[in-house]
Nanobody
Framework: QVQLVESGGGLVQAGGSLRLACTAS????????????LGWFRQAPGKEREFVAA????????EYGDSFKGRFTMSRDNARNTAYLYLNNLKPEDTAVYLC???????????WGQGTQVTVSD
């Protein structure tokens, strides 16, 4: 199993920035981290979950959803089992719960964290 814990959300004014972190743990991840892709998604109230970005376990990527290229940046620190999402020039419409997910190679996004709330005020 893989456990994921997100942190770094909060309240920020429009135009501001945040850094989100996702730390992975668990026996499977510790032994086979290189086969796990890590990704970020977000879900706003009343809207469907959106893919934000992902980095492959073998270091490929990051890949971004079309709406997030340019303002958001994802990185991964394998030594710390942590993925980061840098949110820049935030807008009120970026308000959402941001969720981290892990995907074993060839499988679905089946491991999810609890999410961290990002609220952007005018």
């Amino acid at each position: 199993q893989v456990q994921l814990v997100e942190s770094g959300g909060g309240l920020v004014q429009a135009g501001g920035s945040l850094r989100l972190a996702c730390t992975a743990s668990g026996r499977s991840f510790s032994l086979y981290a290189s086969i796990y892709n890590l990704g970020w998604f977000r879900q706003a109230p009343g809207k469907e979950r959106e893919f934000v970005a992902a980095i492959r376990g073998n270091g490929g990527g990051p890949e971004y959803g079309d709406s997030f290229k340019g303002r958001f940046t994802m990185s991964r620190d394998n030594a710390r089992n942590t993925a980061y999402l840098y949110l820049n020039n935030l807008k009120p419409e970026d308000t959402a719960v941001y969720l981290c997910a892990a995907q074993a190679r060839g499988a679905t996004w089946s491991n999810w964290g609890q999410g961290t709330q990002v609220t952007v005020s005018d």
